[in-house]
């Protein structure tokens, strides 16, 4: 049976990652960063939005999504804001998706508009998804939908595998088979 204890932490860390708020375009920094100041910037901002104990950026990862073209290269060393925005997608999209089809999804989304367009509809897109999916949680919660913890864990599971197989689908539409 799922406890009054575990209901009030699952919705107390729900009110957390509802709070949660990536940085707009606009809030993005005006003047240009070197690398180790991109990593500062990128570890502050997104430490929340990654699984826990886990490197999420580093000067290599940086170096490599240059090298297999997903973000462009810095100018003289330096990176702007139309890097980090690139580096804030990667980071929360290479969670769950392998770097190909993160660098799909970008560049799908870039062609048809900007950088700044593309991450100002991720930054949208990213408080809708959370809101949608804190409110399925919590109205399963209320409703007594699952017993176990571990009936919570396996739908949420099965949820997040089922999206992952829809996003796959949707970066290979248009290409052939």
């Known amino acids: 049976m799922i406890t009054y ?21 606009n809030e993005l920094p005006e003047i240009d960063l070197y690398m180790d100041q991109v990593l500062i910037y990128i570890e502050s901002h997104m430490n929340d939005f990654v699984s826990k104990n886990t490197k ?7 170096n490599n999504y240059v090298k297999q ?9 330096k990176y702007s804001k139309e890097h980090l925005a690139y580096l804030i997608m990667i980071c929360i999209f290479k969670q769950i998706l392998p770097l190909p089809d993160v660098k799909k999804m970008i560049d ?16 949208t897109s990213y ?9 399925l949680v919590k109205q399963s919660y209320k409703n007594n939908d699952f017993l176990e913890l571990e009936d919570f864990n396996l739908f949420m599971t099965i949820g997040a595998n089922s999206t992952k197989l829809i996003i796959e689908e949707l970066l290979t539409e248009g290409e052939t088979k």
């Open 5 to 25: 204890k575990q209901k009030k932490n699952f919705l107390e860390y729900a009110k957390k990652i509802s709070r949660l708020k990536i940085p707009t375009w």
């Open 56 to 62: 999420f950026i580093t000067k290599s990862m940086i």
């Open 69 to 77: 073209n997903i973000m462009p290269a810095p100018k003289n060393k």
């Open 108 to 123: 799908k989304k870039v062609e048809k508009s900007s950088i700044e367009e593309c991450f100002n509809t991720f930054c």
């Open 127 to 135: 408080t809708k998804a959370v809101s949608s999916i804190i409110g």
